[in-house]
């Protein structure tokens, strides 16, 4: 029954339908999206959650700008790293420092890079070769950097090597670097800023958060396949190898605020409701700009392909931004019959 599209529709006509399939995944995901639900009971039960839980996480995508006031970060943007194989400088896999453009930038021509002496976010022409940096008034190609194909570049002593070889070589997953944010301004308007401090150390507290928290998230080598064989090839060993510490304990929070709904089909719709935030919360997601929908999941490309600029969204979600469990205030899963 794959997904189970013909089964819905079929329903939706009013006949009856049987569908099977040995993927227990698809059979759960199936069965709740053809239950039927209280729509009142799914909306209390949301709000039960945001309110448990929204500001927990939340608290984890905040920034101070830089006139005094908070903002909510809507995503935070990283990039591989790799140790230049020469002389051991730390090699950003950037394969341009453009880190968004719009969906048409025919129409839209404006977009924003990456300073790669200081970091600096810079407006500038999508197909710009030649750009000065407004911070450090350094010039450089936005269109450019130390990945290209299958290899890269080292900025400090120009060696190329590999990357795949290189990060398998480690013996450890790719590691990666926060670089910038898309934060929300309070007159509505967003805005790309560099990482700060306050960042950093935001970060580094999820990371001591998650090691205190107990049964975060479950450990599950990957088993050798078709699919699986190129991330095992970056060292990928484990599923939570994926998400990052962050992703992994607001995810944890969440999950553990799931596991108590008391009414099981309830349960079982806002573990599905999980299981599809997982696709856009991990580290393989990576950003689609602006002018779309800003998240390319992790499975836009039936293959699992290491992303080398992958990003993070703000996992409690926003109303201006990629959304997690806000769809349950609109919508419902494929096909879910609610009850009025
Ligand atoms: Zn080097
Ligand atoms: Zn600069």
Not at 45 to 51: D, F, L, Q
Not at 284 to 306: C, D, N, Q, W
Request: hydrophobic fraction near 40%; glycine fraction near 6%; charged fraction near 20%.
């Amino acid at each position: 029954m794959g997904s189970g599209t013909t089964l819905v529709e079929t329903v939706k006509l009013g006949a009856n339908a049987i569908g099977r399939d040995i993927n227990p995944v698809v059979h759960f995901l199936v069965k709740c999206a053809l239950s039927v639900y209280d729509r009142k009971a799914i909306l209390e039960t949301y709000r039960a959650i945001e309110r448990d839980v929204a500001d927990e996480i939340r608290s984890y995508y905040r920034a101070t700008l830089a006139d005094g006031t908070q903002a909510d970060v809507l995503y935070f943007f990283w990039v591989k790293v790799v140790d230049c194989p020469a002389c051991a400088a730390p090699v950003d896999l950037f394969g341009s420092r453009i880190l968004a453009r719009h969906a048409y930038p025919k129409k839209v021509p404006q977009a924003h890079a990456v300073c790669p002496r200081c970091g600096g976010i810079n407006k500038v022409h999508v197909e710009d070769r030649d750009a000065r940096c407004s911070s450090c008034k350094k010039t450089f190609d936005p269109n450019a950097g130390p990945a290209k194909g299958q290899s890269a570049t080292c900025p400090s002593c120009n060696h190329s090597f590999p990357i795949a070889k290189t990060i398998r070589a480690t013996g450890k997953p790719p590691a990666h670097r926060m670089y910038a944010k898309l934060v929300l301004l309070q007159d509505g308007r967003k805005a790309y800023h560099p990482i700060t401090d306050e960042d950093q150390n935001l970060y580094a507290k999820a990371e001591h958060s998650l090691a205190k928290h107990k049964n975060a998230y479950p450990v599950v080598a990957i088993e050798p396949g078709y699919n699986t064989n190129q991330v095992l090839g970056y060292n990928y060993c484990y599923w939570h190898e994926m998400f990052n510490a962050r992703q992994l304990l607001c995810l944890a929070i969440l999950a553990d605020r799931i596991r108590i709904i008391p009414d099981p089909l309830l349960r079982d719709l806002f573990t599905c409701l999980f299981s599809g935030a997982l696709e856009f919360n991990n580290m393989f997601a990576s950003y689609k700009g602006e002018g779309t929908g800003a998240v390319r999941h992790m499975f836009a490309h039936h293959i699992l392909k290491p992303e080398r600029v992958p990003i993070e969204a703000n996992l409690w979600g926003h109303p201006r931004a990629r959304i997690v469990l806000h769809h349950v205030r609109g919508s419902h899963p494929p096909g879910a019959r609610l009850r009025r």
